[in-house]
């Protein structure tokens, strides 16, 4: 065999794979008006931003919010997981609370507490 031994070559492939998650919820409960300038957004009160994995996710979530409670899609991208939603402080919080509470209980989603500022 020579000055070389034979080894098994152990190789490693590591992909990422999302989970069923809900990582942030957070409202704005007064956001400033140069948010909703910068974010391109009418001021209607609140903003809930989400982020979700699988990325698709954000369309459910949105459907799951508009039904809920009184608010607008700020913002939706299926690409990131992201979603901003608008409204009056306590619709912002219903939606948010129904989204958590239907990815968790129907689907299985690890959820994040809705913390707000």
Do not use: W
Request: glycine share 8%.
């Amino acid at each position: 065999m020579g000055a070389f031994s034979e080894k098994a070559i152990e190789r490693i492939i590591q992909e990422s794979v999302p989970g069923k998650q809900v990582t942030i919820a957070h409202v704005i409960a007064s956001p400033m008006a140069d948010i909703y300038e910068r974010l391109g957004l009418d001021e209607k009160g609140a903003i809930g931003i989400l982020t979700l994995s699988p990325y698709e996710t954000a369309i459910i979530a949105a459907d799951i919010a508009t039904k809920t409670a009184d608010v607008e899609i700020g913002f939706l991208d299926r690409f990131t997981g992201s979603l901003i939603i608008c409204g009056d402080v306590q619709s912002v919080i219903t939606a948010m609370e129904a989204v958590n509470g239907t990815l968790k209980n129907m689907l299985g989603f690890t959820t994040a507490p809705i913390t707000r500022t």
